[in-house]
């Protein structure tokens, strides 16, 4: 080290010492705060990607919103040989990632095996404008709806999840309420089916929606599962649902995922239909993550990750560290980075069979995007350039 | 009612006034300093049910504030400082000339320079670590570096100034 080098790190260091004191009740502060953003920006996220950080730390973001981490030597998943279009070619289409009006779109579900169900935004703020279908034959897309405008009172729309022919999503209020809407897949004018007070707890709103025959059931962030019906009418709550999340219909769960650290996601579960519970098992030392209704993720004291059954059955270790904000989809496939010491890339990998293959998601040295599927968990969807690539899940047998 | 998470109260309480020292370091003032700290406790918060490994919060508090500092976040602020700082027992210089001297010429750095500068000599990270943290290369970690340092010479004299009762 030379002279200035020398000067530099004395400098800093004396510096250091003429820093004030933070005060005693910061941390309630920060508290007070961080729930005031989260209440603003929560209703918002329904549609977010999972982001995985460098490091160990996955986030949840909207827009240019991004959070940073620590980067730190580890290890991710084995980087796919081949990209997914070449590993799976008849599950994977690319449509234009700009629909009409040069909006950026996505692809919310699939309404048959040949249409998608795509939500226009804005490019700036990603506020929900527009709903269409796609046909993925012909290359040509049909409005089905426009969103009331969100200045109207509605708020941002959110959670759009199609079922027995219509589109169901919800929007929060100012007022904290939560608002639950539907139109029907060929075409019209948003209903609005029922509303719910989402004032309890952080006013996150809902966290799972979804269309079970001719009923919306949903569930809050703070935990209560509920249906309303398709043609409108009372919201109403599932027996047994108090607390519970809507994991996959008829499966309800409790922990939830939001909230504070609490153990594994979705740990006990329940068919609401046929009264079944099942609870997830775990052996000392190891930390479950998540639990789908056959599937957990979690890791061994040693640092291993694995996939097991529910039942501590059929363990399978896993190279490397799987974010994963989701159960895997149909208890099979996940997206993982892969990476060495920093993540590089975005596979999508098979427990079944142990295929996997590149998404094209790259890192450059930032947070990388991890695409989530729909929430029937059959559509893989994510932008890559100009390209929006559509992977439907049930093509690979 | 979302409950506060004590283990975030824990850490706040134990490592809020080292991560003070370091945005003092970065920021070069008071103000400045406490904001940064805020704003990287906020996202540590909001990130805080997703962090795997608690050990990583310092890290992650770290690495945030060397970011929001040379992206000038300032500009984009979304919540007014949730303290006040004019209780503070602060004296504004550092003791002796030379680190005086080199506090002062830190001061007109660019804030990448500036952060480059921090992590390699306050922090003690190597090039490597410092290019994960800021997410830049190691070879533009070693360009600044090394501008910022040629600036320092020019500004300070590499010979203490002779000072009298020389013999």
């Known amino acids: 080290m030379n002279e200035v080098e020398e000067t530099l790190r004395r400098t800093f260091g004396q510096a250091a010492d003429q820093a004030p004191r933070l005060p005693a009740l910061l941390p309630e502060r920060l508290e007070r705060v961080h729930r005031r953003r989260r209440r603003r920006t929560r209703v918002a996220l329904a549609t977010a990607a999972v982001v995985l950080i460098a490091g160990g730390t996955v986030a949840v973001v909207r827009g240019g919103d991004t959070t940073t981490a620590v980067p730190a030597a580890q ?59 796609y046909d993925l034959d012909k290359g040509v897309h049909r409005e089905i709806a426009t969103m009331p405008e969100p200045e109207s009172g509605h708020g941002f729309a959110g959670g759009f999840t199609v079922g027995n022919g219509h589109v169901a999503w919800w ?66 709550p599932v027996e047994k649902g108090a607390g519970m999340h809507l994991l996959a219909w008829p499966w309800i769960g409790t922990p939830g995922q939001g909230g504070e650290p609490h153990g594994t996601a979705y740990a006990r579960i329940q068919n609401v239909e046929t009264g079944e519970t099942r609870t997830s098992v775990t052996q000392p030392g190891e930390n479950v993550r998540i639990c789908g209704v056959t599937i957990c993720l979690g890791r061994t004291a040693q640092g291993e990750g694995f996939f097991r059954h529910r039942d501590g059955s059929g363990y399978k270790a896993v190279a490397g560290q799987v974010a994963m ?33 590149d998404l094209g998601i790259r890192a450059d040295g930032q947070p990388i995007p991890i695409p989530t599927t729909d929430p029937t968990g059959r559509l893989l969807s994510y932008p890559l350039g100009d390209q929006l690539y559509l992977i439907d899940l049930a093509r690979i047998r | 009612m979302l409950e506060p998470d004590p283990h975030f109260a824990e850490f706040v309480a134990e490592r809020g006034d080292a991560l003070l020292r370091y945005g003092y370091v970065l920021a070069g003032n ?97 090039d490597a670590e410092i290019a994960a943290v800021l997410g830049i290369s190691s070879g533009t970690v070693r360009s600044q570096a090394a501008r910022a340092l040629d600036k320092l010479r020019t500004a300070i004299p590499t010979e203490p100034m002779p000072r009298g009762n020389l013999r």
């Open chain 1, 171 to 236: 929007s929060g209020t100012k007022e904290r309420v939560a608002k639950l809407w539907t139109v029907p897949v060929s075409g019209g004018e948003p209903k609005l089916v029922g509303s719910q007070s989402i004032k309890e707890g952080d006013g996150s709103g809902i966290d799972e929606l979804a269309i079970a025959g001719d009923q919306i059931v949903f569930s809050l962030y703070t935990g209560g599962v509920f249906t309303v019906p398709l043609a409108g009418g009372t919201v109403t």
């Open chain 2, 30 to 126: 008071p103000h400045d300093a406490a904001d940064l700290v805020q704003e990287a406790l906020l996202k540590l918060r909001a990130a805080w049910p997703r962090l795997r490994r608690k050990e990583n919060a310092e890290s992650y508090a770290r690495t945030t504030m060397a970011r929001l500092h040379i992206a000038a976040w300032r500009l984009r602020r979304r919540e007014r400082l949730v303290w006040d700082l004019p209780e503070l027992e602060h004296h504004d210089q550092v003791p002796d000339g030379d680190e005086q001297r080199m506090w002062q010429a830190v001061a007109g750095l660019p804030r990448k320079q500036r952060a480059v500068l921090v992590l390699r000599y306050y922090e003690q990270l190597a």
């Open chain 1, 75 to 133: 290890s991710f998943s084995a980087k796919p040989a081949a990209p997914v279009e070449e590993v799976w070619p008849q599950a994977v289409e690319k449509i234009p990632a700009k629909g009409p009006g040069d909006r950026p779109w996505r692809a919310a579900a699939l309404i048959d095996d040949r249409t998608a169900m795509m939500v226009a935004s804005t490019a700036d703020a990603g506020t929900a404008e527009a709903v269409y279908a």
């Open chain 1, 325 to 357: 904000m989701n159960p895997p989809t149909q208890d099979r496939f996940y997206p993982s980075a892969y990476g060495d010491g920093m993540p590089a890339g975005v596979g999508l990998y098979d427990l079944d069979t142990g295929a996997s293959g």
